[in-house]
T-cell receptor, first 114, second 113 residues
Framework: DTGVSQDPRHKITKRGQNVTFRCDPISEHNRLYWYRQTLGQGPEFLTYFQNEAQLEKSRLLSDRFSAERPKGSFSTLEIQRTEQGDSAMYLC????????????FGPGTRLTVL | DQQVKQNSPSLSVQEGRISILNCDYTNSMFDYFLWYKKYPAEGPTFLISISSIKDKNEDGRFTVFLNKSAKHLSLHIVPSQPGDSAVYFCAAKLTGGGNKLTFGTGTQLKVEL
């Protein structure tokens, strides 16, 4: 089985560096989501794709953040000029367009910015 | 502005008893609600959901109740098992308002032997 996978699982970087995370959704899922979770909080929505189109972006997604899903399959999330406040768990989820549209999450990428 | 609230950060229950996790929301436009369970170092795992046109949905040991007038939902786990120990998140969404989920802050459930 192939649930949602994310790579890397952990990333430690220095402030000011760029980082890129990858998400592979469940195959045939046409919707893909990125969330961010910090300690003691629930996941917060960042952005969402339907196929290759980015349909919604949160105001949490500053200009330093960019997400792509070029062929409607995997997605990447890039953070430029990382700041210590970017330290969080970055979660990816996918779903398929049916009545319930339940989102299934990957294991997350833990980012630590030193 | 926290639109989905889980006011109990933690709950401890004995094995075999009922666990009741609560969730309140403020946005009356939410029309679909979900519960996720999360173990440390893993992503949230979907448990059960309910549409706003229903007031109860059951799946095995898990039952979700929705009280729309009170803007309140609850997750019942019967009987509770040690493997149920995890953080439980309530989430809500608006159909037609994008597909983003709005999560509560979670409740840490500990099921003791």
């Amino acid at each position: 089985d192939t649930g949602v996978s994310q790579d890397p699982r952990h990333k430690i970087t220095k402030r000011g560096q760029n980082v890129t995370f990858r998400c592979d959704p469940i195959s045939e899922h046409n919707r893909l989501y990125w969330y961010r979770q910090t300690l003691g909080q629930g996941p917060e929505f960042l952005t969402y794709f339907q196929n290759e189109a980015q349909l919604e972006k949160s105001r949490l997604l500053s200009d330093r953040f960019s997400a792509e899903r070029p062929k409607g399959s995997f997605s990447t999330l890039e953070i430029q000029r990382t700041e210590q406040g970017d330290s969080a768990m970055y979660l990816c989820a996918s779903s398929i367009t049916v009545s319930t549209d339940t989102q299934y999450f990957g294991p997350g990428t833990r980012l630590t910015v030193l | 502005d926290q639109q989905v609230k889980q006011n109990s950060p933690s709950l401890s229950v004995q094995e075999g008893r009922i666990s009741i996790l609560n969730c309140d929301y403020t946005n009356s436009m939410f029309d679909y609600f979900l519960w996720y369970k999360k173990y440390p170092a893993e992503g949230p795992t979907f448990l059960i959901s309910i549409s706003s046109i229903k007031d109860k949905n059951e799946d095995g040991r898990f039952t979700v109740f929705l009280n729309k007038s009170a803007k309140h939902l609850s997750l019942h786990i019967v009987p509770s098992q040690p493997g149920d120990s995890a953080v439980y998140f309530c989430a809500a969404k608006l159909t037609g308002g994008g597909n983003k989920l709005t999560f509560g802050t979670g409740t840490q459930l500990k099921v003791e032997l």
